[in-house]
């Protein structure tokens, strides 16, 4: 799972990235609003956790810029803000939980694993990929690709077998009007538009590799 952790103060920002990357996160840090969004232009996060008090452009005005950009990645707030107003404009804004400062990091962990970590099991990730095998969507770097209902049940079966080899039989299966010929130009189409690395397993059928 890949954090981005707005957090002005150094000291309680190292700590807490290391205690995160202890427990199995992947996380970037930033300092200030701006470095939000230079970090978000690149890369893809399934979880913000945002400090309120920033420099540049503090934590509201910058999920509110994420959240116009249609940018849906779940947010937590931790602030040392107690009082009512502040809470209830965290979720105005989209925020999904609120922690009050100061607190126990193994609360903020608890926290993720029993709301996030769900989601991440059903997320399978290839290259700039996420799929999600339960609700079938697909996503290339911050575009939803849509694709037919015979490439994406090839793709589904591939994706979910990544590193084994699925025979030709099953994926021939999954044409509407089976061929090896049809079953090959679908394949290629994957190829060519998801950037993905289908082997042929001659006599044995094909495999994405792992990357």
């Known amino acids: 799972m890949k954090i981005l952790l707005l957090e002005d103060d150094e000291i309680l920002c190292e700590s807490l990235q290391e205690y995160l990357v202890g427990e199995g996160f992947d996380v970037d840090v930033a300092h200030d609003g701006e470095q939000v969004y230079d970090l978000t232009f690149g890369n893809r996060y399934d979880l913000y956790i945002f400090d309120i008090n920033v420099p540049k452009e503090n934590g509201f005005d910058v999920l509110k810029q994420l959240k116009a950009a249609d940018d849906t990645t779940p947010t937590i707030y931790i602030t040392a803000l107690t009082d009512i107003n502040s809470i209830s404009k965290g979720f105005e804004l989209g925020a999904e939980d609120y922690i009050k400062k100061p607190f126990d990091p193994e609360e903020l962990v608890i926290r993720i694993k029993s709301k996030y970590c769900k989601i991440e099991e059903n997320t399978i990730r290839y290259k700039d990929i996420v799929y999600d095998t339960r ?10 690709i849509g694709l037919g209902e015979v490439q994406l049940a090839l793709f589904h079966e591939l994706i979910t077998n990544m590193g084994k080899i699925v025979s030709s039989y099953t994926l021939l299966d999954l044409l509407e009007q089976p061929n090896p ?30 990357v």
């Open 181 to 210: 010929n049809a079953l090959r130009v679908n394949l290629a189409k994957l190829k060519s538009k998801l950037g993905l690395e289908i082997k042929n397993i001659r006599g044995q059928g094909y495999m994405l590799e792992k």
């Open 135 to 144: 609700t079938k969507v697909l996503q290339k770097g911050d575009e939803t």
